[in-house]
């Protein structure tokens, strides 16, 4: 018989063993590191300046604040809350959060309002509003010393147009009238700031679907009745925006009405960091000057703050967005 193939056969053939195979881990995961080493090196730079001169300033003043000091050498007086106590105690700058109130009211109740009717209006089809909305942003535009400049020859007694066109309603020297005073920085300030809130304000007016008005126009609504009830609601986000940029530049004017009037005459006119300017590098009471300074800070943070969770809570939290873990 011929041998059997099957008896012939090697029978010393190495078989593979099977090694459990490791998954790898996903793309997303092995890369995590690496993404997060790069996002790190972008915001160093923008950390760095942040902390620099934003952080730092705030923790210097908090802590100059504390003590009775002149700016020269290391301060050594500790006062404790004083500087706070004498701020709050103190008529002029009593009349510093009086007078920003009375801006925040007058912004709100004319200057906004005016810039919104405005900025409908341009937003209507008129011949050459590419001009007009030209010249109404134009002021914001020049820096608020410039602008100060302007108005001081504008408002020049016996020389300026302004004081001459004022005289002629029977108010003179407006900008040295304590009576008159606050008005005409307010003239000033919205003559500045008008054209800016008008952009806003068009520029929500143009992201509004033109099909929403057409239909309540078809339905029979009034010009008025589709600004009232389509146009305002869907200005809502410009609107909040604008009036939170508005308090806040209030709190913090201080460039325009340093030039203009020095915050004068009798304290008129002066602002918290007018007030603070003057004491700071005038009469070299940094301590005190700081203790306003961390005042106008927290004031500003604390409205911010409530601002934006109260007032814009719907608007933050469309713009908040999740990312899940893959």
Do not use: C
């Amino acid at each position: 018989m011929s041998p059997s193939p099957v008896t012939n056969q090697r029978r010393d053939v190495a078989v593979p063993e099977l090694v459990p195979a490791v998954p790898a881990a996903p793309r997303g995961r092995r890369d995590r590191p690496r993404g997060l080493v790069t996002i790190a090196l972008f915001l160093a730079p923008a950390l760095v300046l942040f902390l620099l001169l934003v952080i730092a300033p705030i923790l210097v003043a908090g802590y100059a604040s504390m003590f009775k000091w002149n700016g020269f050498g290391l301060p050594e007086d500790y006062v404790g809350l004083d500087n706070f106590t004498r701020a709050f105690g103190d008529p002029v700058f009593q009349g510093d959060l009086w007078r920003a109130g009375i801006l925040i009211v007058l912004s709100l109740l004319i200057q906004l309002p005016a810039s919104l009717g405005l900025a409908m209006l341009l937003n209507q089809p008129l011949r050459g509003r590419s001009v007009y909305r030209l010249l109404f942003f134009a002021p914001y535009v020049l820096s608020e010393v410039t602008t100060a400049v302007l108005f001081t020859l504008v408002f020049s007694p016996n020389r300026g147009l302004g004081d001459a066109l004022s005289g002629l309603l029977g108010v003179e020297a407006v900008f040295a009238d304590p009576d008159t005073v606050l008005f005409a920085l307010f003239l000033v300030i919205s003559w500045k700031y008008f054209g800016f809130h008008m952009i806003l304000y068009l520029a929500g007016r143009q992201n509004i679907p033109r099909e929403l008005t057409e239909a309540a126009t078809t339905d029979g609504a009034t010009s008025w009745q589709v600004f009232r009830h389509v146009t305002l609601p869907l200005l809502g986000p410009t609107i909040r925006i604008s009036v939170f940029l508005s308090v806040i530049g209030t709190i913090q004017l201080f460039d325009m009405v340093w030039v203009l009037t020095g915050g004068g005459p009798i304290h008129a006119s002066e602002t918290m960091a007018v007030t603070m300017f003057q004491h700071g590098f005038r009469r070299f009471e940094v301590g005190y000057a700081s203790a306003i300074s961390i005042i106008m800070f927290l004031l500003s943070l604390v409205f911010a703050l409530f601002y934006q969770r109260v007032v814009m809570r719907r608007d933050t939290e469309g713009a908040i967005t999740t990312r899940g873990v893959q």
